[in-house]
């Protein structure tokens, strides 16, 4: 896209070197795994109460914030610490499968599937208050991981099934950094396609991302393969314009064209509006709804009330939202194309608006509980007879003060709309150059009034309850 | 080496899983009470007593109130002694939802207790 030189963090002296050396991924996911089993450790054995157990802090608080902070200045630094894949790849050493994954499951419907399940089950079960649940959630992962990769080849577990890293691969269209050649002459002359077939022990790219051919993040978990395998160095981190793949239409090495992928184009409808549902979990209107919907249903038990609230929000909101939107454009600008082609294109505008509700969301939990895990871990330290560290301090949390936090959340949603209302901008004047205002002003009306939502969500008092009936 | 790391992995998960907790057993007994239970300020009342029965007097008591999901914003707030073993203050409980509480004493001799006790469900304010 741009062809200037970029700036390319690999060069850098202290984390560019780092990152070159070919151990980088497995140090970073040392410690990362050596928590996950802290977690589980503290999850099972540990109190019951959220607060005082390092099993809800440390993923509900400390990871998810980490993780959207992280994707909005640098790139998708989870999958590229990922401690899941620690153990798997140690499996790889012994195991090399040589199945195939299922020629009939090579999209994003199973990660869909999981993404909507994995939000389903976080709000019935309120995972975020329960330390034991969480844990399991912790094991199953570790053990679907090494599962699947251990008997299909490649990466199909990051890129067809994980949940998290689909969150990841989504929200990075956005990052203002990406894994990308530094020299396309180079690759031209290129025979042997190291970077996509490895060299030697050096893993190619496990999720079938050719680098030349390569656009974008979509689908790259940073892991480096491909930077240690080019026998010419020919790859590194570099710079770009945030959010402007998102108007890219041509072909994308291992992914095809987005423009024509419902799956994607479904992973991401249920990105932006889920943003909007896990944030509806938590304020007081929520639960005002659910009594309703239960007595209009005359149930008593929670799950069908949330289960039509979640075809509500994700499923036919978006359908009649994107169809609208969709169909006046067309109108509007005369395009030729049918409606659904045109909803197929422009739902990536509004990747920018979900990304900036998710960070909003979880900056938020960030920020007002970083402080929790200290008592916690001086509680723990206590039970082994570490007197030192002093009485818990269970008045710590927040790491800000309150007062600066609604500017902070008002400005990452608003920050996200201004991107989703520029990527509608250019998606309309590539396809209608005169009358693009017309093809716009659908979208940026819907772009406004998710805003509104999320505005209006943003000030609505909170509430926390585990059952959200009775 | 691979194999013996593998192996190491393994032993850490079971170790994960095996670890016993301590339980502390608490030498002081408590009994909080919570008035209104709503949104907003509440007083909040604490009887201690020893395992005896003896009322505990001359302690400094401080009740924690936070709720049963990680990271929101704890409340605090700081107990006068009343009556002989009775404790009040006020506290404000600022969202409606689990709230527990964490009563930490230190019993005149210095010697300090932390109590979780459970808090009936806060409702929203009128
Ligand atoms: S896609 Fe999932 S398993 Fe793969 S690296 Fe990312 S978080 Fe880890
Ligand atoms: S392109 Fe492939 S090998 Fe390179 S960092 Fe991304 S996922 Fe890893
Ligand atoms: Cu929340």
């Given amino acids: 896209m741009n062809k200037a030189v970029a700036f390319d963090l690999l060069k850098t002296p202290l984390l560019g070197r780092f990152w070159r050396w070919r151990h980088a991924r497995t140090v970073m996911q040392v410690p990362l795994f050596l928590v996950a089993l802290v977690i589980v450790w503290d999850g099972l054995t540990g109190s019951p109460l959220a607060p005082r157990n390092l099993a809800t802090i440390l993923p509900w608080l400390h990871y998810r914030g980490f993780v959207v902070l992280a994707l909005l200045v640098f790139g998708n630094a989870f999958c590229m610490a990922c401690p899941f894949m620690l153990p798997r790849n140690l499996v790889r050493r012994f195991v090399q499968p040589t199945r195939h994954w299922p020629a009939r499951l090579r999209n994003k419907w199973v990660a869909v599937t999981l993404f909507v399940l994995f939000l389903f089950i976080y709000e019935r079960y309120d995972l975020w208050s329960t330390p034991w649940w969480t844990a399991w959630l912790v094991v199953a992962y570790f053990a679907a991981a090494l599962l699947l990769d251990a008997v299909f080849d490649g990466a199909p577990f990051c890129k067809y099934v994980c949940p998290l890293g689909q969150f990841n691969f989504v929200s990075s269209l956005v990052s203002p950094f990406e894994v990308r050649v530094r ?104 639960y005002v709804l659910e009594a309703w919907l239960a007595d209009v249903l005359n149930v008593q038990n929670e799950t069908p009330v949330l289960a039509l609230m979640f075809v509500v929000v994700l499923l036919l909101e978006p359908l009649f939202l994107l169809g609208a939107a969709a169909w006046l454009a067309r109108r509007l600008g005369n395009l030729a194309e049918p409606t659904v082609r045109v909803a197929l294109r422009y739902v990536y505008a509004l990747v920018p608006f979900g990304v900036g509700m998710w960070a909003a969301h979880y900056a938020f939990h960030f920020l007002t509980g970083f402080w929790t895990f200290v008592p916690v871990v001086q509680s723990i330290a206590l039970e082994f007879g570490l007197t030192w560290v002093g009485r818990p301090r269970w008045d710590l949390a927040a790491l800000l003060p309150p007062v600066w936090l609604d500017p902070l959340e008002w400005g990452l949603i608003g920050l996200g709309a201004f991107g989703s209302l520029l990527v509608v901008a250019e998606l309309a004047r590539r396809d209608a150059p005169r009358r693009w205002l017309w093809v716009a002003l659908p979208w940026m009306g819907l772009v406004l009034l998710l805003t509104l939502v999320a505005f209006w969500l943003m000030g609505q008092p909170m509430e926390m309850r585990g059952t959200l009936l009775g | 080496m691979p194999k013996r790391m593998f192996l190491a992995i393994l032993f850490l998960l079971g170790l994960t899983v095996a670890c016993a907790r301590r339980e502390n057993s608490a030498s002081v007994l408590a009994n909080l009470s919570i008035m209104p239970g709503t949104v907003g300020t509440n007083d909040v009342r604490v009887q201690l007593s020893h395992v005896d029965n003896t009322p505990v007097v001359g302690a400094q008591v401080k009740v924690i109130g936070n709720m049963n999901h990680a990271g929101m914003e704890p409340s605090i707030a700081s107990l006068t002694e009343t009556a002989p073993g009775v404790y009040e203050g006020v506290i404000e409980l600022t969202m409606p939802g689990e709230w527990f509480a964490i009563v930490e004493v230190t019993l005149e001799s210095g010697e300090t207790v932390e109590l979780e006790l459970p808090l009936p469900e806060v409702k929203r304010g009128e």
């Fill in chain 1, 183 to 286: 020299s396309h002459t180079v690759c031209a002359d290129c025979t042997t396609h190291d970077c996509l077939r490895g060299r030697g022990t050096q893993r190619g790219c496990e999720l079938w991302l050719f680098q030349p051919r390569k656009v974008g993040n979509f689908d790259c978990t940073f892991c480096l393969d491909c930077v240690h395998a080019c026998p010419h160095d020919n790859v590194g981190i570099l710079a770009r314009v945030p959010a402007a793949e998102l108007w890219f239409g041509g072909a994308r090495s291992g992914i095809g064209r987005i423009f024509r992928r419902a799956d994607i184009a479904a992973l991401v409808t249920i990105f932006v509006f889920g943003a909007l549902l896990n944030a509806f979990g938590m304020v007081s209107p929520v």
